[in-house]
């Protein structure tokens, strides 16, 4: 039996980055004398917001001469938004050399968001060269601290033999990891897994169930997989994995 076939099956990389996030600062009553360790970190913790406000306000420009002084200083936020403004050429002329110096600078400090872009940046090639192995070794650490972007192309280069043997177990994986957490296009690829038995048994109920979240979640080929799959299922089968995607809640990256 041929595999399913279905408009963009073969789904590349996310071509999404992950974007700086807010941090929510609490206020702590401090008492006694402040250190200088003390107000330098509340100095750079003020910059950073005047920085999120900018780009917030979209005066990019403001907030990377903001997030350049404190990635000076190590701030490690500061840096991954950096190298995503440089990335994106925003506030800076777009140089995807700068992007990856930010991103690593970031990444080394666990940042995992950062990890997961200098990944990205790596697989599609900078100054035109990839580097699979490089990308494969960045997703890993952020697909570790549960990023699910990093998780899914992660378990991509795996079903495509992309700086690692092609092992289809490995790819269904970081796809259910991914999916798991909400990552549509894994939810995808992991529907599809189980409708063709690659990498795992052949398996209708959770085909259509990975299917039909796919779908809910705006990936419009997911509709086809879920279709063609019903058509192999008893009525019994259907309910069932119609209960499981109604069921189903995404759980923490946490």
């Given amino acids: 039996m041929s595999p399913l076939r279905t408009p963009g099956m073969e789904r590349k990389i996310v071509k999404r ?8 600062l ?35 420009a403001r907030a990377a001469r903001l997030f350049r002084q404190l990635a000076d200083r190590g701030h490690v936020k500061a840096q991954f938004f950096l190298g ?8 800076a002329v777009q140089d995807d050399f700068e992007a990856v110096r930010w991103y690593r600078k970031a990444a080394e400090q666990g940042h995992a968001a950062a990890q997961s872009n200098l ?35 992660l378990g991509w280069m795996y079903a495509n033999g992309k700086g ?10 970081w796809y259910q990891k991914a999916a ?6 894994a939810q995808y690829n992991l529907g599809l897994m189980y409708a063709n038995g ?9 085909a259509h169930m990975w299917s039909n979240l796919a779908s809910a979640n ?18 019994e089968e259907v309910a069932e994995a119609q209960r499981r995607a109604v069921e189903w809640t995404p759980k923490s990256g946490k």
């Avoid at 100095?43 to 920085?51: I, Q, S």
């Avoid at 990839?130 to 990023?147: C, E, F, L, P, S």
């Fill in 119 to 153: 990944g990205l940046k790596y697989q599609q090639g900078v100054g035109g060269v990839k580097n699979y192995t490089k990308a494969v070794k960045w997703y890993r650490k952020a697909a570790k601290q549960n990023n699910a972007v990093a998780q899914y192309n």
């Fill in 17 to 24: 980055f992950s974007v700086p996030a807010t941090v929510i």
């Fill in 84 to 91: 995503f403004l440089y990335d994106k050429g925003k506030g």
């Fill in 26 to 60: 609490l206020s702590v009553i401090l008492l006694g004398p402040v250190s200088p360790a003390v107000a330098a970190s509340r100095e750079g913790d003020d910059l950073y917001r005047k920085g999120v406000r900018a780009y917030r306000q979209e005066d990019f």
């Fill in 218 to 235: 705006g990936v419009d080929a997911a509709r086809a997989v879920r279709d063609l799959v019903t058509g192999k299922m008893t009525p």
């Fill in 164 to 173: 690692v043997p092609q092992i289809h177990s490995e790819a269904l994986k």
């Fill in 180 to 185: 798991d957490q909400g990552n549509a296009t």
């Fill in 198 to 206: 690659t990498g795992t048994e052949q398996n209708n109920v959770l």
